[in-house]
């Protein structure tokens, strides 16, 4: 089962404009052939039909961790896909918003993925950049572990490939640091199945990291990671379970060259996390509806209820 927790995986700065197109170019991380989307299923999918699971333990709770991981990842990736659609923060959903004569996505008509407001009210949703819709198709399943875990490095190293390109289209800080971010956390994914297959088939497949061959120190966003040393660390994203995923991320295994140094370690839990951000309202886009008012008083009785 998964545990949720109201959090991002990091915090993330709030956009200098709103950005539509930026937006659009960050939704191949969630809905392209190497995004998000793809890694969470085809990790998940794998993990739920894992041969062995006793016997194989440690590669199956590498697969599962990372799977839970990757959950965040879509979360994240979501989140600034709708702040870029939204805009810098705002908490005025108390505000009107305008008449709806007054046409508030006049704009919308011209950008490239117009769906994302004219279905999808500016937020996320399994699609690439031009609106496909993310598929089965993109999954891989064999029950071979080699197979599975090969196939996973290959997605992870196409995934570093395409989170460079889209970080070059970007110039936002809130897309530019989901991509530093992810960078860093993909590396640490194509490592550690590199480790894996290591240990089952004695080839030095991490010979061939870091791919595409550029250090992540020459992208400015993923240097804060780099320094507090997410790029040695794998989360089990679990209070009791996937321990066991240290003797493939462990045992005196260190950093890739070209990363700072330093032991390869699994941490209990998850990582600290950061805000999410809210989103504002745009009542006159939605109408006919309550009045914004009436329904921020019916969600702070609630809340004072729950309490």
Known sequence: MFLRVD????????PKMQDANA?????????????????????MFQSFNFRSKDKLRPFYSLVASITAE??????LVSNAVAMLNNGPDDDGDEEDGGDISGAPYEDMKDIR???????????ATPVNSNGASWNNDFITTTGNVVVDLLHNFHLECGA???????????????????????????????????????K??????????????????????????????SHRRL????????????GIWGNGETALPGDPKGELEVVDG???????????????AFTPDYAPEEMMEIATKLYKKSR
Do not use: W
């Open 160 to 198: 570093r490939l395409h989170k460079l390109r889209v970080y070059s289209t970007l110039s936002d800080p809130t897309g530019r640091e989901v991509c530093g971010y992810l960078l860093v956390r993909g590396s640490v994914h194509a490592h550690a199945y590199a480790l894996a297959l290591k």
């Open 270 to 284: 998850m990582p600290d996390g950061g805000k999410i951000h809210q989103l504002t309202g745009i009542p006159s």
């Open 200 to 229: 089952i088939t004695g080839v030095d497949i991490e010979k061939m990291l870091p791919t595409p061959n550029i250090n992540l120190d020459q992208i400015p966003e993923c240097q804060k990671y780099l320094d507090e040393g």
């Open 113 to 123: 993925l117009a769906a994302a407001f004219l279905s999808n009210g500016g937020g």
């Open 23 to 43: 937006a659009a170019a960050l939704q191949e991380l969630l809905g392209g052939k190497y995004g998000e989307m793809s890694t969470l299923g085809n990790y």
């Open 70 to 75: 990757e959950l965040g990842h879509v979360e």
């Open 7 to 14: 959090k991002l995986q990091v915090d993330l700065p709030a």
């Open 235 to 246: 989360y089990t994203f679990s209070p009791n379970d996937y321990k066991e995923m240290s």
